[in-house]
């Protein structure tokens, strides 16, 4: 099979397609046949050397994927050879075929197209074991999310929105804050232009948010716990603005806070399994009510990977960018 390699880590052009050995489903895996793969961030970062693969896990890129099952591994139930599915990875979605634990596949949901669910599982994941699992957001409350217009950020519009919550949003140009609001979100902030410290309250009467989704990390995080609520629940699901950064213990404890930092990658395969399962049950329904619907900006062919991470980089996309193999 082919797939996308990375000889030498580097900036876009370091990708390769190349002829690499089949994967063969283990233990509780199937094997898909990829129809579509989606770029992260995290993607970005392994190609750079930053982000080595959890052991033994795939050592291509690509977290999520949409396609067919080809193959079934020893103890595995409930899914057919032939079945249209999209899935949770630990890596290797930027190939023809992977192998994938049964728990972290997801059937495609009703109304959505295959290449485009490989736009779906990252995000829900995300988006559900933070925000609802954790931070448990509740109907009536606020969400602030940073980078609203991303791939994330437009999911957990939706999501908050579907829950009953209220939305606020940060991002960097017009078009992508219209795009927000015509998702829903409430109050739209232009980082370059506000505070968004100053916008949430004034938008909450002076309270502040009650759960705060953060991609930047470090460059955030003392204002963050400023925009926090009494009781708030900050989320911390990326390191764009920085990886070290100083808390204040005091601001923390007045707002009797809580800071929680995660990622999927590397979680055990039976935690990863709970996340799928609670994001069918929840999240699935809405999907295929058309309530809630992936964001796709554009699709590349897989081949050409490297245009993908260069939009990513340059940050002029809205939603996903998938990697397509039709």
Not at 60 to 81: M, Q
Not at 217 to 229: E, F, H, P, S, T
Request: proline share 6%; with cysteine.
């Amino acid at each position: 099979m082919r797939a996308i390699t990375v000889p030498e880590p580097g900036g876009p052009e370091a990708l390769v397609w190349d002829e690499v050995p089949d994967p063969v489903p283990g233990e509780g895996e199937v094997l898909v046949e990829v129809v579509a793969g989606a770029v992260n961030r995290a993607d970005l970062l392994q190609r750079q050397g930053f982000y080595d693969p959890p052991p033994g896990a795939s050592p291509y890129p690509g977290l999520e994927c949409s396609g067919r099952i080809a193959a079934l591994g020893p103890g595995v139930s409930g899914w057919s050879v032939g079945d249209e599915v999209c899935a949770l990875l630990a890596g290797g979605g930027y190939a023809e075929k992977v192998a994938v634990p049964a728990g972290q596949l997801l059937p495609v949901p009703q109304g959505v197209d295959l290449d485009q669910a490989a736009a779906l599982p990252e995000v829900t994941c995300t988006v559900w074991s933070n925000v609802f699992m954790i931070a448990h957001l509740q109907p009536g409350e606020t969400l602030l999310v940073h980078g609203g217009s991303s791939g994330i950020g437009t999911m957990a519009i939706q999501l908050a929105k579907a829950f009953g919550a209220k939305v606020a949003v940060t991002a960097g140009s017009k078009a992508k804050l219209d795009f927000c609001g015509e998702l829903g979100a409430d109050v739209l902030i232009n980082y370059r232009e506000q505070d968004f410290v100053e916008e949430v309250r004034a938008a909450t009467g002076g309270a502040g948010a009650d759960v705060i989704l953060d991609n930047m990390g470090a460059k955030y995080l003392d204002r963050n716990v400023q925009a926090l609520a009494v009781n708030g629940r900050l989320a911390i699901i990326g390191m764009q603005g920085g990886a070290k950064g100083e808390l204040n213990i005091g601001a923390l404890l007045g707002k009797r806070g809580a800071v929680t930092a995660t990622s999927l990658r590397a979680r055990p395969v039976e935690e990863k399994a709970a996340i799928v399962a609670a994001v069918r049950e929840h999240v699935w329904p809405l999907v295929a009510e058309g309530r809630v619907r992936p964001i796709v900006d554009r699709e590349v062919p897989m081949r050409d990977a490297g245009v993908g991470h260069r939009v990513l980089e340059e940050s002029g996309h809205i939603g996903k960018v998938l990697l397509t193999l039709r």
